[in-house]
């Protein structure tokens, strides 16, 4: 069982920034791509970024530019850095783990961003 920890959540304002962190139960970048996604009020989960286990980087259009995933193999964390937020970030943002075999995906809690105009 994995367990993700997710914590760097808060309020900002506008053009603000934040970095989330997800620290995992084990060492699983070598096996496992990471994620951050988002789901807004009232909205679909979406996926944010992702880094593949060879560190491949991949972002939604709306946060190129803005946002970087990151991870650190030996705190077993994986980073979401938020530069100039809008208001239109704000979410609950979570993190995930997805192993392609045999085929599983872990989830954090979720932390709330709110982003103030």
């Known amino acids: 069982q994995v367990q993700l920890v997710e914590s760097g959540g808060g309020l900002v304002q506008a053009e603000g920034s934040l970095r989330l962190s997800c620290t995992t139960s084990g060492s699983i970048f070598a096996v496992a791509a990471m994620g951050w996604y988002r789901q807004a009020p009232g909205k679909q989960r979406e996926l944010v970024a992702t880094?593949?286990?060879?560190?491949?980087?991949n972002y939604t259009d709306s946060v190129k530019g803005r946002f970087t995933i990151s991870s650190d193999n030996a705190k077993n964390t994986v980073y979401l850095q938020m530069n100039n937020l809008k208001p239109e970030d704000t979410a609950v943002y979570y993190c995930?783990?997805?192993?392609?075999?045999?085929?599983?995906?872990?989830w954090g809690q979720g932390t709330q961003v709110t982003v103030s105009s």
């Open positions: 880094i593949s286990t060879g560190g491949i980087t």
């Open positions: 995930n783990a997805h192993f392609p075999w045999p085929l599983q995906d872990y």
